[in-house]
Each structure stands twice: as C-alpha cells, then as structure tokens.
C-alpha cells in the first residue's frame, strides 16, 4: 500500500534556538496503520507534528531542511487549505480549536471553511457527533464544557472533515480511564471502517499497544526506536528514552527472560491473558 | 488540615458540581482524587484554594473558613498546579515565572534566587532559565507550574493532572517529588485519571462521581472493587486485574512489576 506519510532527511530548527528540534529525521507510514509516537518531553514529537500537518514551515520561520510527503505530496509545496482536506489534527489543548457558540457550529467549523453543501455537512456533523457520543452536547456552549468533553469537541471537529491522516497529540490526557479506552476504540474502528490511518502521540501506552502497529521512539530530535509494539516495549533501551512501558508488559518480559514459553509468545498480553499465560491455561 | 462540611456548589449555568461532599484530609496525608470527567474534582480543588465558594455548607483550610480568608492568606497555604499550565504562566521567562510569587509573598532577594535555582534543577528546566515559558513543551509547562509552587513551600500542595504530557523517566520524578513532600509533612492531593502512575504510590483514593464522593480508602482496598470503578468509570490498574485474574490468589495485589514477576516465576515452576 502506498505510503500515505514519508518523511525524508527533515531536520529543523527553530529561529534563536541553539540546536535542532528534529534531526535527519526518516519515517514511511503506510495508509491504514496505527502509529504510536513516544518519547521525553520536548524530544521534538510536536514539532514532528507541525511538519506534517503544515504549521511548519508555512506559520514558523526557522531552518528548515529534507522533506515531509502526505499523500505523496510536498507539505512544503502544499497549500495550509489543502493540507487541511488531507491531515486532521488534534491539539493536546482542545481549547486551542473550539471557539465558536455551540458545539454543533464548532464541529461544522472546518467543513463551513471548505464550502461544503449544507445536507453534507449535516450529515457528517451528526455522524462526527454521534461517533464521540456527544449528540445530547449540540446546543452546549463549549466554554461549558469539561475538558473531557471540549476534547471529544475537537476531535467530532477533526472527524467531521474525513481527512486520510489523523494526528492525535496525547489524545487521552484529559480524559478519564473508560472515556480514554472508549476513545481508543473508536480510533481502531475508524481504522477498520474507513481505511484512515493514524499517528497518535501518546505516553500512556497501556491503552494503546493493543491497537497500535507500531511504535516509533523519539529522542534529542532522534528516531532512536521503531518497530511493533512488543519489539520496541521489549528492548532495554527503551525505557532509558521515556518509554512508559506498561506494568503488565514489565512483567510479561522479565518472565519471558526465564520461560522462553508462553509469556514470551509473540504478542503483548493483557493483565487476563498474563493471568491465563502464568496458569498455563488457553489464553 | 483541609475539611469539606456538606459542601454543594452549583455553577451559573445551572449544573450542580459538587452535591453534599465532605471529606477531611489530615496533615500530612497524600490524597487521589479519581473519577470520570466532570464528575467535580477540580471544582472541589478550586474550594480549597477559595477560588471558588460553596454554595452551602463550608470548606476549612488549617480551621479557617475560606469565605472568610482572602485569596493571598489561603495561597500562602495552598499551591495548586492546574490542569492547563497556560492558564497558569504569563511572564517574559522562566526565571522571572519563579520569582513571582516569591517576591509577592515578600521572600528576600536572595532566598529567592536560591528557590528559583533549586526548582529549575529540581524539574529539569535549567536550560530554560532566560526562555519565555511560551516555548517550552506542554509536559515542560507543567513542570514549571510545580517548580513555581513547590519553590514557596505551602502546606497544601494541589495537583491537577500533573502527568499529563510527561514521559516515564518524568512521572518516576513526580512519584519521587510527591514522596519528598509526604516525608516533609506537607498534605498532598493529587487529582489524577493516570491509574497507573498513582497504583505504585499508593494514595488514599477518593472516588467522585456526579459531585459525590462515592468511595474513599486506602489504594489496595478501593483498587480492588471492580463494580465501585466501573460505576465512576476508572480503570483499574493493571497489576491489579493480573493479581484479580490468577485463580490461586497470592494475598495482596502487587504493587510493583518485580513483585508480579517473582510470584508468577514460583507459580509457573513445575
């Protein structure tokens, strides 16, 4: 399948800054992959992010080399208006992207920006509402609203504009735990439905591993890591770069180190199946 | 230290946050506050620092009843670090962030210096001394908000979703600054949907749903009811649902992954 993100030797830094945000930088999603981002703070995910979805180098000067391709196009030589059609991106503060009176109008904003027919955009408005479950929130001012709920805003918002290429940055930090893995669901199925492929930054892992087809490490600018979840969750190293690697996932590879066995079976498990794994029952 | 006496709050848009909540944190104590979202957890914290005034019943910080206190005398002894550091930062730099509410709370020049000092390193934010704070990263911004409060030493240190952003080698940092501060005496409350990093730490938990404090307890006990969880939609933690699911029960759940691990390497020998 073609690639529906490249990136090719970008490297960039930012005006007055001592040292590159993001270095020789390399990466090949292909279309309908779930990709997880991980990383320290300020290890340069976000600033991978703006490269993708155009912010930068179209918003922010700086140094700027290599090339980000979406869609097998130049984000350098796309317009910010078709990046837009293309790359849907969630802000980890969903207060930066809902500002209009309703939640409804908010949803509607990007698609009213694009000139699409009125019967459409209702159409994938209510669809987008419904997905997050936040019909009953349609007349509901945003400033309202908790912050878990102005983030399913936003991200109804992003839905609603169909784009291939979704970026969620730490999407589940405001919510709670069963909202957080409702979310994660809902981006597996979209996955599944609509062939849209996925780029979440994300430090709890535990929600994420199991719908995630690979896990990309980040460091100082780096790609240090890359590879399928329980590939990089198994290395030693990865911990040393930030990783949060899951409990169960911890204790799933210290018993793999003994009992080359069950526990050591290709897949990550979840606490059930290490239960199950430990007992020697069918997992 | 920090008592919530029937405490109802009803916001302007007609929604009741906080619906007959007492609670009694002594000095000392490190509280979670969990609980799916809106269910009044920042709302209870914004009681605390008196942003916020109940509309019935009252809430009292070290005996003294927040409608009575200014808002300067209750954040000499309570720090808060909100959920959104943005609304929190707003100097030219980093250093000058820090030095704010020491210099209004009338610390002398030098002790404020060695404070600034002292936090930075403490967070990690050395090199970001002479930045503005606009430029640092969200898990960064986070940081900086603790380093602010932590470096006036309150008595009550308040912590709204402080892992949001930060990376593994940074919550084992929180976990050991929150343990600082338990050993220092200070209350702790942290209000947190990061199960997995508050299960190691071992909190008292209390649990809010709709505006009420529904469960409260020590960490073992409260983790371990799936049905009281499930009801204010928290997950529990993994490490307790491995120890729920073995059939031969070991006694306690396991707190940490080695522990896990040892049991389960005896259990698997033939």
């Not at chain 1, 993100?5 to 960039?12: A, M, Y």
């Not at chain 1, 109008?105 to 209510?126: H, I, K, Q, S, T």
């Not at chain 2, 404090?213 to 009281?228: E, W, Y």
Request: charged fraction near 25%; proline fraction near 5%.
């Amino acid at each position: 399948m073609a690639d529906i993100l490249k990136v090719e030797g970008l490297s960039f830094r930012y005006p007055d800054s001592p040292k590159n945000a993001v270095s020789d930088f390399e990466l090949s999603i292909p279309e309908g992959e779930i990709v997880v981002l991980a990383g320290p703070s300020g290890c340069g995910k976000s600033t991978l992010l703006r490269t993708v979805n155009g912010l930068i180098p179209h918003m922010y000067g700086g140094e700027y080399s290599g090339d980000v391709l979406v869609a097998g196009s130049s984000v350098k030589r796309s317009s910010m208006r078709d990046l837009a059609q293309t790359v849907g991106f969630l802000f980890q503060n969903p207060e930066n992207q809902i500002f209009m009176f309703s939640v409804e109008r908010d949803v509607a904003f990007g698609l009213e920006n694009l000139g699409v027919p009125r019967e459409e955009m209702r159409a994938r408005v209510d669809e987008a509402l419904r997905l997050l479950r936040i019909g009953d929130l349609a007349q509901r001012a945003p400033h309202e609203l908790s912050d878990g709920q102005k983030q399913r805003v936003a991200l109804a918002g992003v839905l609603a504009m169909r784009p291939k290429l979704v970026i969620l940055d730490e999407p589940t930090s405001l919510l709670d735990p069963k909202t957080a893995s409702e979310l994660v669901a809902l981006v597996a199925r979209l996955r599944k439905e609509l062939g849209t492929t996925f780029v979440v930054v994300e430090h709890r892992l535990d929600l994420l591993v199991g719908v995630a087809d690979r896990l990309v490490v980040m460091d100082g600018g780096r790609k240090v890591l890359e590879g399928t979840p329980r590939d990089v969750l198994f290395r030693d190293e990865a911990e040393a770069h930030g990783v949060a690697v899951p409990a169960v996932t911890k204790v799933q590879k210290l018993l793999a180190g003994r009992d080359a066995g069950r526990a050591a079976a290709g897949r990550l498990l979840t606490p059930s199946g290490l239960a199950s794994a430990v007992e020697g029952r069918q997992a | 230290m920090i008592e919530f006496r029937d405490v109802s709050f009803v916001h302007q848009n007609g929604v009741r946050a906080l619906d007959g909540v007492s609670l009694r944190v002594e000095a000392g104590e490190f509280v979670a506050l969990v609980g799916e979202n809106g269910a009044g957890k920042t709302t209870l914290v914004k009681h605390v620092t008196g942003l916020l005034k109940p509309v019935s019943g009252s809430v009292l910080v070290d005996g003294v009843d927040t409608r009575e206190a200014s808002t300067a005398q209750l954040s000499r002894k309570v720090g808060v670090a909100f959920q959104n550091p943005d609304h929190q930062l707003f100097s030219e730099t980093v250093e000058e962030e820090m030095s704010f509410a020491l210099r209004n709370f009338g610390f002398p020049p030098e002790l404020v210096r060695d404070r600034v000092s002292w936090g930075l390193e403490l967070f990690g934010l050395g090199e970001y001394r002479r930045s503005s704070p606009l430029i640092l990263s969200g898990g960064e911004k986070k940081r900086l908000t603790l380093a602010c409060i932590l470096a006036w030493d309150p008595q009550v240190v308040m912590l709204d979703e402080p892992t949001v952003g930060q990376d593994a080698i940074q919550k084992e940092k929180l976990a050991g600054t929150i343990q600082m501060l338990k050993s220092a005496g200070k209350t702790v409350v942290v209000v947190s949907h990061d199960i997995e990093f508050l299960w190691p730490i071992q909190p008292r938990v209390v649990v809010m749903k709709g505006g009420r404090v529904v469960g409260d307890g020590p960490a073992t006990a409260i983790m371990q009811d799936r049905d009281l969880l499930g009801s204010a939609r928290v997950a529990q933690p993994q490490l307790v649902e491995f120890y729920q699911e073995l059939h031969r029960r070991p006694g306690t759940p396991f707190v940490h992954p080695l522990d896990a691990a040892r049991w389960a390497e005896e259990a698997m020998r033939p």
